[in-house]
């Protein structure tokens, strides 16, 4: 099975919003609208995609070269983008070689939504939402004795059942003839200002198609400013709780949970789940819960300063409260289809400022607490700490540049490989944050100093040397 996204409009009642980049790039949640495309056809398994562009084609492709998986995607041309989507759907006609899901790439939709029509029993079936009745334009499927009669705004008399459709059709290899034929007509007649559902009426009287109903699954077509911002305001946190229904909070924790240390995966989890539903109802982004955590984070570190116990306890504690709050940021941006290559690297970077502010502030209050018996060692010891964190923060950003250069990376061993893999795994475990509050409570906030510098003097060393062999034996192959 293949998918055909048409995307070729312009979006004239969105031009306030597409003056400068299509609509299918337009921003929902953190995500452009073609990124979730993306992520819900893999996610059922369809890889091959047929891409109509047409307005503003080069941001199209060249956000399709940096969406992260590298999808397998043909780029079509409708020159005739002005006009109707008909002319999309022909200029794909040569493509419609096997089982095909057309889409309309103007749609915010549940993952389930795809994942019924691609699971229909029937060969040929649409999407329809049997709750919406027609208000105003909206295209509704017609079905009567069992079958789609219509796909159209004008509804006729007599029909069993009808309901909005969503603007996905999916069409079985064998009735792709009739389907041509059909569109074919509408083109000889010079129709090309029809939209394509409008040109399926000889298809729908030739080919048994058959629906399969989404009501109550979340999902909008986003034709007017204010369907954009219904898409976040109202959908997206429905989305969001469909999600969890579905899957369970638990469900979308497996990914992170995989690389998840001990106290991560006992302690901290047990009391990020709760709060990320809290999260999602009052509307947080996963942006805003990392930003709240780092200045959590930032304000344990002030409390390390002071040098003093009780100063100790509420750094810990504090500083335990950021930690849990950063395994929120990534169940939430899960459970929102909102995670992005902003939002991952701001949660690095976020990290990585709290780890060297916390590092720094117990250094600086071992130091004020006894600069005579200790000397400037608690310094000493921080400043390795730093240091390495620095260090390895680069690492991983080059770690990560690596990645990115499929071919370079493939040329690499499958033990650089699976070090590399390890380092970007491990690089945010977060367990010695209890190690940090067990000191605290001992009263030997000082002793720690010793093994945070030694840990991430030993992880940096370890970071910078696999780069460097694996640098000089990309060089030699040369």
């Keep these: 099975m293949k998918a055909v996204i048409l995307a070729a409009g312009r979006g004239r009642r969105l031009h306030v919003m597409t003056r400068h980049r299509p609509k299918c790039l337009l921003d929902v949640g953190g995500k452009p609208l073609l990124y979730r495309y993306f992520d819900s056809l893999a996610r059922v398994g369809v890889t091959r995609i047929c891409l109509v562009v047409g307005y503003k084609q ?29 002319g999309s759907l022909w200029a794909a006609r040569a493509t419609l070689d096997d089982d095909v899901v057309i889409m309309d790439a103007d749609v915010l939709f549940h993952p389930v ?37 219509a796909l159209s705004k004008s509804v006729p008399a007599e029909h ?9 059709l999916r069409v079985g290899r064998a009735a ?10 509408r083109v000889n007649q010079g129709l090309l200002d029809m939209e394509y559902e409008d040109a399926l009426e000889d298809f729908f009287r030739e080919v048994p198609v058959g629906a ?29 709780l469909e999600q969890a229904a579905v899957e369970g909070v638990e469900g979308l924790q497996k990914a992170e949970q995989a690389l998840d240390g001990v106290v991560d995966r006992y302690v901290n989890r047990k009391i990020s789940k709760p709060l990320s539903r809290l999260f999602m ?28 116990y009780a100063g ?26 909102a995670e992005s290559p902003f939002g991952q690297a701001l949660d690095l970077v976020s990290d990585n400022i709290v780890h060297v502010a916390v590092f720094a502030g117990i250094a600086w209050g071992a130091y004020r607490e006894n600069p005579v018996s200790s000397g400037y060692l608690p310094l000493l010891l921080g400043g390795i700490a730093v240091l390495s964190t620095g260090v390895s923060l680069w690492c991983v950003s080059r770690v990560k540049s690596l990645k990115g250069d499929t071919v370079r990376w493939r040329r690499m061993s499958q033990a650089v490989r699976t070090r590399f893999d390890f380092i970007l795994g491990h690089v945010a475990n977060r367990d010695f944050s209890i190690v940090v509050l067990i000191c605290a409570c001992l ?24 780069l460097y062999t694996a640098s000089f034996r990309h060089s030699r192959h040369l």
């Design 312 to 337: 100790g306890i509420a750094g810990a504690l504090l500083f335990q409260l950021a930690v849990i709050l950063d395994c929120c940021d990534g169940e939430v941006a899960r459970l929102t289809f």
């Design 281 to 308: 109802r009052l509307g947080c982004s996963p942006n805003v819960i990392t930003l709240l955590s780092m200045l959590i984070g930032l304000g344990g570190a002030a409390c390390f300063a002071t040098g003093s």
């Design 176 to 185: 792709v003839p009739q389907l041509l034929r059909s569109l074919e007509t």
């Design 113 to 149: 939504v795809l994942e019924r029509l691609v699971a229909s029993s029937h060969a040929n079936a649409l999407l329809m939402d049997e709750t919406v009745s027609q208000q105003t334009e909206e295209c509704m499927v017609v079905m009567r004795q069992g079958r789609v009669v």
């Design 58 to 86: 080069e941001d199209i492709r060249a956000a399709v070269a940096e969406y992260p998986s590298g999808p397998d995607v043909t780029f079509l041309v409708n020159e005739d983008y002005e006009r109707g989507s008909i």
């Design 160 to 168: 069993d059942l009808v309901g909005e459709g969503v603007g996905f």
């Design 212 to 240: 399969e109903k989404i009501g109550g699954l979340p999902w909008i077509e986003i034709d007017f400013p204010e369907d954009l911002e219904r898409a976040e305001q109202e959908i997206l946190p429905r989305l969001a």
């Design 443 to 466: 009263g030997v906030l000082p002793w720690f100093l010793w093994l945070v510098a030694a840990g991430t003097s030993g992880f940096a060393i370890m970071m910078v040397w696999t």
